[in-house]
Structures are given as structure tokens and as C-alpha cells.
């Protein structure tokens, strides 16, 4: 049998573990998949999707800074992709479109609520960030009715946009923005959405976010703590966690929606904890 070939294309790329979750998933359903990661030229990222379709690829996973250029790129989304803007899946449909999917948000509300146990309806979430990471999780997370999600950015007007984007899915959830400064009462649920982890930094939180049963969650993930989660834990917390079992559960929707398999996701996150 010949494998088929699916890659994750993205700029950097070399730290991705995206081709290892997708061989686990592989040998785990006996699927014939070879996943590779490709560096797109920050210029180059149509170019390099349209050669990787027309060399016979079947989907491409999509991360960091391209993610609502493949929104833009695609012929066809699907409803999780139109409502969030943002694309991190792309394959071809039956007629040879190219489509977007997004399953960051249905990767962090899984990893919340199964693998971790928290309940999100009728919660104060406060999420940090404005960017592709957090428009593509918002509509899950208001799905699950919230009472409320606070998005926090640097630059209020990006923050405000996000509100006015996403006021329709709100339902009874109120949705609201302020600067990063601004956030000053204690939240049941705390997400980083920046990539400031990544690079040592921390958004300027006040710690008042904090309350003693604050869950908080960093959509980064580390092999060590992150930056942010450290910050979290000198402040008091008790309960911090990265994105690791968010980047498996994306990685896992994303392997169904193309081979109509839903790989385990427990025994690939054990594996990921301990290399």
C-alpha cells in the first residue's frame, strides 16, 4: 500500500511535533500516512500549497504566521473555518477545491473538558491575545456558554474587533475587551492565546486575575514549564496547563476530518510527556 502524504507548513518549522502525533496516529490505526513539515518562504506560502497539491499531497496542516492566508486562499471553508478566519487544516474536496477547516478550537475545548476535567458554561474566562490562535479557539469556547470571555490584547482595537466579529455566536455570554492592564478581577479560567511564552516574555497582567481556583492555560506548549505557567505558579496558582493535549486534539480532528479515522489521543500525549 502507498502512503499517502500530508505535511504541516510553517515558518519556523523545525520545532513542530506535529510529524511525529501524525505517525503515532498512523501506526496506532494502521492508516497509510506519511506526514513530513515544510518551511514555506514567509513570500512564498500560495506557491508552496498549490506545488504540494499538485505533487499529490492530500492535506496540510497549517501553523504560525500562515494561518489566515490559508483562510484566504481557499476556495471553500467549512462553518468552523468561516466563523473563526483563520484555517489551520486544507485539503481538496471531492470536486478539487481547495477548503479550509479549523480544528484549533474543538482541540482546546477537548483538551479542557475531557482530558483535564474543567467546566466551562457559566465561567469568567479572560483569554490574552487578538491574533489568528485566538480567533480560531473563540467560537468553541462560546459555544460552551461561558458567562463571559474577556479578550485582553495589547492594542485594544484589535480585541474590540474580535468582539464586534464574534457578537453573533455570542448567545447570552457576554463578550468584551480591554488592554492587557485593564484585566484586574479575579477569572475561573485564564488562557494565553500570544506567543510571548515562546520567546521568554510575558503579556503585563495584573496577578488580580488570579482568584485561588483559577485554572490557567497556556496554548504554548514546553517540554518544561512555560513562561506564562511559571508566572502563574510564583502568583499562587494551583492548576496550570499548556498546549501539548490542545496540539494532539487539533492534530486528532484534523486526521479524522481527512481519513474519516478518529485516532486515541491519550496514549500519543503520554508519549509526547516523556521523550
Known amino acids: 500500500m502507498t502512503n499517502e502524504l500530508y505535511a504541516v507548513v510553517g515558518n519556523p518549522i523545525s ?3 506535529s510529524p511525529r502525533i501524525h505517525s ?8 497509510a500516512v506519511e506526514y513530513t513539515a515544510i518551511q514555506a518562504p514567509l513570500e512564498g506560502f500560495e506557491t ?12 496540510l496542516n497549517v501553523t504560525v504566521p500562515f494561518k489566515e492566508r490559508a483562510w484566504q486562499m481557499a476556495s471553500r471553508r467549512t462553518d468552523r473555518a468561516a466563523a473563526a478566519g483563520a484555517a489551520n487544516t486544507l485539503y481538496l474536496d471531492s470536486e478539487g477545491s481547495l477548503t479550509a477547516d479549523n480544528t484549533d478550537g474543538a482541540g482546546l475545548v477537548t483538551d479542557l473538558t475531557i482530558n483535564h476535567g474543567i467546566a466551562l458554561a457559566d465561567t469568567r474566562i479572560l483569554i490574552l491575545g487578538a491574533g489568528g490562535a485566538v480567533r480560531g479557539v473563540l467560537g468553541p469556547l462560546l459555544a460552551a456558554r461561558p458567562a463571559s470571555i474577556t479578550i485582553a ?4 482595537a484589535r480585541a474590540e474587533a474580535l468582539v464586534d466579529l464574534f457578537a453573533g455566536q455570542a448567545g447570552e455570554t457576554r463578550l468584551e475587551a480591554c488592554e492587557f492592564r485593564a484585566a484586574d478581577a479575579p477569572m475561573d479560567l485564564v488562557i494565553n492565546g500570544t506567543s510571548a ?10 496577578p488580580a486575575v488570579l482568584g485561588p481556583d483559577t485554572v490557567v492555560y497556556d496554548m504554548m506548549y514546553s517540554l ?7 508566572w502563574a505558579l510564583d502568583q499562587g496558582a494551583t492548576r496550570v496547563f499548556d498546549g501539548l493535549g490542545m496540539l494532539v486534539e487539533q492534530a486528532a480532528e ?8 478518529r485516532p486515541q489521543t491519550a496514549p500519543v500525549i503520554d508519549v509526547l510527556r516523556n521523550e
Do not use: I
Open 197 to 206: 511564552s515562546l520567546q521568554g516574555d510575558l503579556p503585563p497582567l495584573s
Open 15 to 17: 520545532h513542530s511535533k
Open 48 to 59: 508552496t500549497v498549490t506545488s504540494f497539491f499538485e505533487r499529490g499531497g492530500r492535506g
Open 254 to 261: 484534523s486526521f479524522q476530518v481527512w481519513r474519516g479515522v
Open 153 to 156: 490584547n495589547r492594542t485594544l
Open 224 to 230: 518544561q514549564t512555560t513562561t506564562f505557567n511559571q
Open 24 to 31: 503515532l496516529f498512523a501506526e496506532q490505526t494502521g492508516e
